[in-house]
């Protein structure tokens, strides 16, 4: 089973509220034993240049209100319907407070990877300061800017190294699976981002920690989402930066 399914089994049922799909990202507002609830995830170019294909399954599956129905599409690698159903998946875990820490990505990877070979899967803000204090970084980027190597490099690179911090866009683009498997069974994995499941099974598979994000001001961040914003935009509306680590 791979790993959203396995997150998805043990979800409870919510009910759809609102659906909001931007130019970078989407927000799905669930209500869950009468608490609402707000989840975040990445929308890739090419999946919001198809949103207009799939407007019409989008009404339904709202109409419907099963939030476990649009979580479903989480899979559906490509489509819109993929972050939104990420984003659902990631409204109706449960939220557990109790084992989030508020540090940043940048800074556990840091940290993590002092005097050792990192691999970075996507590209990140927060790359010069990694680079400057890990022993070697290796950014990997389906799209590369200066300094990175392209993603066709990650069966070359990945294996050898002793961090390896993966994108929760992964997820998304459906690449987490062979990411997973490319990594050396020493290498401490890290998945970061905003779309990441704050689930405790990720541990199950060999990662060690999770840095994802957390809506706290809803109907704040959902019109920011709505309106087209980027991340560091709609995190000022309410969003809180959490790292949880494999017990």
């Not at 409870?12 to 609830?37: C, F, K, M």
């Not at 999946?47 to 476990?68: F, H, M, P, T, V």
């Not at 993590?112 to 990140?124: M, S, W």
């Not at 498997?181 to 020493?186: F, V």
Request: overall charge negative; hydrophobic content about 40%.
């Amino acid at each position: 089973m791979k790993i959203i399914e396995e997150i998805e089994a043990g979800l409870p049922e919510g009910v759809i509220e609102d659906i909001r799909i931007g130019e970078h990202w989407s927000a799905v507002l669930v209500t869950v034993d009468g608490q609402q609830r707000c989840g975040l995830a990445s929308v890739p170019h090419e999946s919001y240049e198809k949103l207009g294909e799939y407007q019409d399954e989008l009404q339904k599956l709202k109409k419907q209100k099963s939030a476990r129905a649009l979580a479903h599409q989480a899979p559906r690698h490509g489509t819109p319907l993929a972050s939104a159903g990420l984003a659902c998946l990631n409204a109706l875990i449960r939220p557990q407070p109790e084992t989030w820490v508020d540090i940043n990505a940048g800074e556990m990877l840091a940290r993590q990877g002092k005097g050792k070979r990192v691999a970075l899967i996507g590209h990140f803000p927060f790359i010069p300061d990694v680079r400057a204090r890990v022993g070697e970084l290796n950014v990997l980027e389906l799209r590369p800017q200066e300094g990175d190597l392209h993603a066709n490099e990650s069966p070359r690179i990945i294996p050898h190294m002793d961090v390896v911090a993966i994108t929760s866009m992964a997820f998304i683009n459906g690449t987490m699976q062979y990411l997973l498997e490319l990594c050396a069974p020493q290498a401490y994995i890290i998945i970061l981002g905003p779309s990441t499941p704050l689930s405790p099974i990720l541990f199950n598979h060999g990662i060690q920690m999770i840095c994802g994000s957390v809506v706290e001001k809803i109907n704040p961040v959902m019109d920011s989402v709505a309106a087209g914003d980027r991340f560091h935009q709609i995190q000022h509306q309410g969003v809180r930066l959490v790292t949880m680590t494999r017990p």
